[in-house]
């Protein structure tokens, strides 16, 4: 595991968009099908990465309740499963069901995706406001396997709170810190 920060693509870029399997149900989605009326946040996500393993139960009390109030959700795995087989599409479908993953999780098995988004490490986060432009990225809070911190999605909850109550969001946003992307050869 190589220790890896967010790039920190730029505040206001545009939500690349993509057509990617959804590994629960087998269906191709775009971008346009997890759009959320108020915001869309896309997270780069890992089956094996320990640090997403430390936030999975946050993720998911994450989308279970900003779902309800207009956020749309997707994670995505973009790891090469042939060098990292612990991250193929069909144990990705075993790690949503067992996490009780309510939001598609996408393949990306090419990898442009990624590179669209810039994103750098999993777990990486990425919120659209109702436009889709970029209004926060980064960690989703303070919490790291093996640092006492209990997960609580702070800084993103306080982005989508921003939103929720017509507010701007903080431009003072911490990277991720988590696993590399594994990228192919």
């Keep these: 595991m190589s220790l890896t920060s967010s790039k920190m693509l730029p505040l206001g870029s545009d939500a690349p968009d993509f057509k990617l399997m959804d590994t629960r149900t087998g269906h191709l989605l775009d971008l346009k099908n997890i759009k959320g009326e108020k915001g869309t946040l896309i997270m780069f996500l890992s089956n094996h990465c320990p640090f997403v393993k430390h936030v999975n139960g946050e993720i998911v009390r994450l989308a279970n309740e900003y779902r309800q109030l207009g956020f749309g959700f997707a994670g995505i795995s973009s790891n090469d499963p042939e060098s990292y087989p612990e991250d193929h599409p069909d144990l990705m479908t075993e790690v949503a069901s067992k996490n009780q993953y309510s939001f598609p999780y996408l393949f990306d098995g090419t990898q442009q995706i990624a590179r669209k988004y810039q994103a750098a490490c999993t777990p990486d986060f990425f919120l659209f406001d ?32 921003a939103v929720l109550n017509n507010r701007k969001v903080n431009k003072d946003q911490k990277p991720s810190i988590g696993c590399n992307i594994k990228w192919k050869t």
């Design 130 to 161: 109702a436009e889709l432009k970029l209004i926060y990225r980064g960690q989703l809070d303070d919490s790291r396997p093996n640092n006492g911190l209990h997960s609580n999605g702070r800084d993103i909850r306080e982005a989508m709170d």
